[in-house]
């Protein structure tokens, strides 16, 4: 804790501006920074009860996925707003657009071959004009009628948070899986939380693989919602 407060320096009335002690450009946004940001602003900004849920999840899924709803996860627009002296907004994986919440978790390239891979699982189309929002929240429309809506909404927010959790690899470690390896993550992650959670028979493996989104193999009673 010494060592990140040591790193990110506080002035001005209520912190309003944030400047990185630690490095001459201020450009450099090391993890430990990044983590004191979480800890020290983004944290601040919200309520310890504040989440949305969906009960084939754990919370923690539930609670990142909130927070990038409502705009508090350490991306460089984000920081910038919050009066954090950076020389560049720039994502640091494509470096070619600013990087806000939306780009990191959907519309990066990085994310976006995610997103194909997810969608090509549920058999679902590409939805070019979909912004994450919709996604998140009205995502029950892409699926047919007859699946389970609320475990296509855990897959959603899963991939949220698998996406926002191989961005910190990449960005921190340059250590990110490949495209087709965070899919299979994703798959196997959403598999045992909805299974495990499961009041009823799920799906085997093999039929969450070939085929998620059938009703035949879903078979769990939960609450509406
Ligand atoms: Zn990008």
Do not use: H, Q
């Given at each position: 804790?010494?060592?990140?407060?040591?790193?990110?320096?506080?002035?001005?009335?209520?912190?309003?501006?944030?400047?990185?002690?630690?490095?001459?450009?201020?450009?450099?946004?090391?993890?430990?920074?990044?983590?004191?940001?979480?800890?020290?602003?983004?944290?601040?900004?919200?309520?310890p009860s504040a989440t949305i849920?969906?009960?084939?999840?754990?919370?923690?899924?539930?609670?990142?996925v909130w927070r990038?709803?409502?705009?508090?996860?350490?991306?460089?627009?984000?920081?910038?707003?919050?009066?954090?002296?950076?020389?560049?907004?720039?994502?640091?994986?494509c470096n070619d657009v600013v990087e806000s919440v939306d780009h990191a978790i959907y519309s990066c390239k990085f994310a976006q071959g995610?997103?194909?891979g997810i969608l090509k699982w549920w058999n679902l189309p590409p939805s070019p004009s979909i912004t994450l929002e919709e996604l998140i929240k009205y995502s029950r429309s892409l699926v047919p009628v007859s699946c389970k809506k609320k475990v296509w909404q855990a897959v959603v927010w899963v991939t949220c948070y698998l996406i926002w959790k191989n961005r910190n690899l990449k960005v921190f470690k340059n250590d990110a899986w490949a495209t087709s390896r965070i899919v299979t993550e994703i798959q196997v992650k959403s598999f045992e939380?909805?299974?495990?959670?499961?009041?009823?028979s799920f799906a085997s493996w093999h039929q969450w693989l070939i085929s998620p989104s059938s009703s035949n193999i879903i078979d769990v009673n939960f609450d509406p919602g």
């Open positions: 804790m010494t060592d990140t407060i040591k790193t990110v320096s506080f002035s001005g009335s209520g912190a309003s501006k944030w400047k990185f002690s630690g490095d001459k450009s201020g450009s450099f946004v090391t993890k430990s920074m990044a983590k004191a940001i979480d800890d020290k602003l983004l944290s601040r900004e919200s309520t849920k969906n009960n084939l999840v754990p919370l923690k899924v539930g609670i990142f990038t709803l409502t705009k508090r996860i350490v991306v460089k627009e984000e920081l910038d707003r919050r009066g954090i002296d950076l020389d560049t907004l720039l994502c640091p994986i995610i997103w194909v939380w909805i299974k495990n959670r499961s009041r009823k």
